[in-house]
């Protein structure tokens, strides 16, 4: 296949490749929200007062596109709280005192699988979501007809500088990443299971290639390093070639794409009978004193996450996740959530916002976005408020990734114009359907009038 990249090389900065994570002591207060997930919040089933051991449900899922949540500890309910979200929304918490003692759940038990429906409820019991970051219930992606499955693609790409704790899942538990693949090649009619690395891991690569060489169908992809290879489209298209449409889903070129440490999970759960309570995270960045990598239960405040490893400096900028698609954290009481797969605190210098200047119509930022977005123009239509050259220019297929932004020599901030711009453009939808529904119903009266006027 001749397939030409668009993205950007950015420094891999991946320092902790080597770092094999270390369990952090249990903290003394987890503070797990409801809102982790994509879609409706789960609800809480403990109240003020009970107690808790590791694995125990502590909320259901609050719908169908949701996840339960178990605890993370063993120790008692403090209370149920409002929080401040990175999203700026206000989500209820539930707030649990440790005991220290990581009491294991006595009721765990390992789920029975007998067939895909059965593979899908264990899933969705485990209370696991798309844990690369997009947090999408892992459940609701599986409860497609298998016979629409042709290649399962384990997302292994870990494109974003700095991060390494899928890399560390493949290389400290790629049996288990291995079982996943097994169980999914079971249920779904896939002919193909490919696991797409970045070149720039070379020991993870042989080690899946060794892991997975009895399993039919398994093949590893060595993809090259460039941001944003491990982006959904993106990772489609560089191992099966094929492009997903416009407003169309993975499953609709008969792919599924899942994370590797999203599979781990999902395979330890099936073996243990424990479902997600703790995560792998990347702890890095210049106000970092030794970066590292940790399991830390869900709901630690990345406070004590930081004391842990240690502070060169008072950090100025801290995110979760990447410097490329990293969120800012509201504030350092703000937990670990289940999708957090890196924090990074920064000083004081690479805090800086840089200083735009007008843009010089190089056309940089079109070469470097992968769906070959213009983001010059975007940024034009944002300007003007104008609803019908933003759908013409399809910001709506913006993945928010910022390779526009970090290649431009003007520094102008595109990708955070962009996702203003998605707002101009909801709104625009919404006008236009209303004005829609309007002379539709209009037209109707009209014709109601017309008939009974005969
Ligand atoms: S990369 Fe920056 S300067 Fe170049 S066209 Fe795009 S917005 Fe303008
Ligand atoms: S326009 Fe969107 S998808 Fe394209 S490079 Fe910029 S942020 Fe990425």
């Known amino acids: ?4 990249l668009h993205g950007i090389h950015a420094p891999h900065r991946k320092n902790t490749a080597d770092s094999v994570p270390k369990r952090m002591p249990p903290p003394p207060v987890i503070t797990v929200p409801m809102s982790m997930n994509i879609g409706a919040p789960a609800k809480p089933v403990v109240k003020a007062g009970d107690l808790v051991k590791v694995g125990q449900i502590i909320a259901e899922a609050g719908g169908f596109m949701s996840a339960p949540i ?13 929080i401040l979200s990175s999203n700026g929304r206000f989500d209820t918490a539930i707030v649990i005192e440790s005991d220290g003692q990581q009491t294991l759940y006595e009721g765990l038990t390992k ?110 992809a060595e993809l090259p390093a460039m941001y944003p290879q491990g982006g959904e489209k993106v990772l489609i298209y560089n191992t099966t070639g094929q492009i997903v449409p416009e407003g169309k889903l993975p499953i609709d070129v008969g792919c599924i794409v899942i994370n590797c440490t999203t599979l781990a999970v999902i395979a330890r759960y099936i073996e243990t009978g ?38 060169k400096t008072e950090p100025r900028k801290v995110l979760y996740g990447g410097p490329m698609m990293g969120i800012c954290v509201p504030n350092l009481d703000a937990p670990i959530l289940k999708n957090t797969n890196a924090i990074l605190a920064f000083d004081e210098k690479d805090a800086q916002d840089p200083v735009p200047t007008p843009c010089i119509r190089c056309g940089r930022c079109v070469n ?29 297929l913006c993945m928010e990734c910022g390779c526009c932004s970090y290649g431009c020599p003007a520094r102008r901030p595109l990708v955070q114009i962009n996702k203003l711009a998605k707002a101009v453009l909801n709104r625009y939808n919404q006008e236009q359907k209303a004005l829609a529904e309007k002379e539709a119903a209009k037209k109707a009266a009209k014709e109601e009038a017309g008939v009974h006027g005969k």
Do not use: W
């Open 1 to 4: 296949m001749n397939r030409k």
């Open 70 to 82: 178990y605890s993370g500890v063993s120790g008692k309910v403090k209370k149920l709280d409002e």
């Open 111 to 220: 789920p029975v699988i007998t067939d895909q429906k059965s593979f899908v409820d264990a899933v969705r019991t485990c209370g696991v979501i798309g844990l690369g970051g997009a947090g999408f219930p892992t459940s609701v992606k599986l409860n497609v007809d298998p016979d629409r499955v042709h290649a399962i693609i384990i997302n292994g790409a870990e494109c974003e500088p700095y991060i390494t704790s899928d890399t560390r899942t493949m290389m400290d538990n790629a049996d288990r990443v291995v079982m996943g693949a097994q169980l999914l090649q079971k249920y779904y009619t896939a002919d193909r299971i490919v696991i797409g690395i970045e070149d720039n891991k070379p020991q993870c690569i042989e080690i899946m290639k060794e892991a997975g060489k009895d399993v039919p169908g398994f093949e590893v």
């Open 274 to 311: 424990i479902p997600l309570v703790e995560k792998v995270i990347t702890v890095d960045g210049s106000a970092v004193a030794n970066p590292q990598n940790i399991i830390v239960p869900v709901g630690t405040p990345i406070r004590d996450v930081l004391n842990y490893v240690g502070l």
């Open 368 to 396: 470097h976005c992968p769906f070959g977005l213009m983001p010059a123009a975007i940024e034009q239509a944002y300007n003007d408020r104008d609803g019908a050259a933003l759908k013409k220019l399809k910001v709506n």
